[in-house]
């Protein structure tokens, strides 16, 4: 009959075409499996390691390399007598041993009342060329000397100018000295702290600047006194920048590892940013989106309950990718042959086959990474009832026709 033949015909053609026709969700089980094999001319980027996942993998990437503040910097502390330098703000007073002289009032005729034998100088700012003015001793070298010896070099200066003067020097603003705290800073609720260490107007306005005591400061002592952080703590990242190196870890790294509470140095910026750690799930899941961590790192069984579970219609069990860019090192581990090594970082797509019960095991132990991408793949026969939908969509009305047909015979 030609209406058998006309059918035949039409799923002979669905089922040929159906990869693609048919909508998806993203590439098959197979399709993941062979790209990583098919070497192109597109870069690195165009290839990628595929790697099961197994109880040796997950052992392998606890060591895999994190950034440290410990390992980029170390953690010599500061001098514990910070030194003078460009910019801090100076106060100099000066005693003399008896009245009448240079920087004392004269005596009262009476002989009898006490009269003043100090004299301030208004306070100064240490200017480029790393001096200050003291009269009667002309521009003083400060910069990189401490207080005490600025102290014995004015006596020195005004021996023999002066009655037997006694100078006190003291930094009352020092920014050389001082650590600037930007970005997610509770700046406003610390400046009555950085009042109390001496920091200047600009501190004071928005927190920013934190002067480092004699005693010498760690990363959450400068942190705590620009006012903590405004944003969860499981949320927030510290980058610390000394010189040309910059270094970028965990806030809770810092809390949970003592190691990594560094001492700060003058001059260190520190920055804290806020960055949700969140991972994307897509494919055949019981929910398709960006799903924040909400924690302190999660597992890959934690990511599979949050994203609402393997969807058991559309599923393929031996489909459930995990993409990831990883540092050479530990894919040397893994793969120590991989033509992508070249690289700093490697595309990598870990593969879990959820049908092995050891599997249950293995997700338990795999830590979800930020801006992971979870994927599982259409089940095949998911594919086929597609074909089947598509057939019967459009050969109902030939059959209803056909129906149609014979009924009017």
């Keep these: ?25 993203g590439p098959s089980t197979e399709a993941v499996a062979t790209g990583g094999d098919i070497a192109t001319d597109q870069g690195l980027l165009a290839r990628y390691e595929i790697i099961d996942v197994n109880a040796a993998v997950v052992e392998a990437m ?6 440290s503040l410990l390992a980029s910097f170390g953690d010599r ?21 008896g009245s009448g002289g240079l920087f004392s009032a004269p005596a009262l005729p009476d002989g009898l009342s006490a009269s003043s034998k100090a004299s301030v100088i208004p306070e100064q700012v240490v200017g480029r060329d790393g001096a200050i003015s003291v ?28 009655i037997q003067p006694q100078v006190l020097v003291a930094v009352t603003s020092p920014l050389s000295s001082s650590v600037t705290v930007v970005g997610e ?23 920013g600047r934190v002067p480092l005591t004699e005693t010498g400061d760690r990363l959450l002592d400068v942190i705590a006194t620009a006012g903590g952080v405004s944003a969860p703590v499981n949320e927030t990242f ?24 560094i001492y700060l140095r003058p001059g260190d910026t520190v920055t804290l940013v806020r960055d949700p750690q969140t991972f994307l799930a897509i494919g055949a899941l019981g929910t398709q989106s ?18 609402r579970g393997i969807s058991d219609a559309n599923a393929d069990a031996t489909g459930v990718f995990i993409f990831r860019f ?50 599982v793949s259409s089940a095949p026969f998911n594919e086929v009832r597609k074909v089947l939908g598509v057939f019967s969509t459009i050969t109902a009305p030939i059959t209803a026709g056909a129906a149609v047909y014979g009924t009017a015979r």
Aim: positive net charge; charged residues 20%.
């Design 185 to 207: 800073a509770a700046g406003a609720s610390a400046r009555a702290a950085l009042a109390g260490r001496g920091a200047g107007p600009a501190a004071l306005l928005g927190g």
């Design 62 to 67: 606890r060591g895999r390399p994190l950034d």
């Design 77 to 97: 502390r500061a001098s514990v007598q910070p030194v003078i330098g460009i910019g801090d703000t100076v106060s100099v007073t000066i005693w003399e041993a």
């Design 238 to 261: 510290v980058r610390l920048s000394r010189g040309q190196t910059t270094v970028t870890v965990p806030l809770l790294a810092v809390v949970s590892n003592p190691q990594e509470n």
């Design 326 to 375: 990883e540092p050479s090192s530990l894919v040397r581990r893994l793969r120590p042959n991989s033509p992508l090594l070249a690289a700093p970082q490697v595309p990598v797509v870990y593969r879990l086959d959820m049908r092995d019960p050891n599997t249950v095991f293995v997700t338990q132990a795999f830590r979800m990474r930020n801006r992971d991408l979870l994927y």
């Design 1 to 25: 009959m030609v209406r058998v033949g006309t059918l035949a015909a039409l799923a002979a053609l669905l089922l040929s075409g159906c990869s693609g026709v048919l909508p998806a969700s």
């Design 135 to 162: 009269p009667y001793a002309g521009r003083i070298k400060v910069a990189g000397k401490r207080p005490q010896d600025v102290q014995a070099q004015i006596e020195a200066d005004l021996a023999g100018k002066s």
């Design 290 to 307: 960006e799903i924040p961590f909400s924690a302190d790192g999660i597992s890959l069984s934690q990511a599979l309950a949050k994203a």
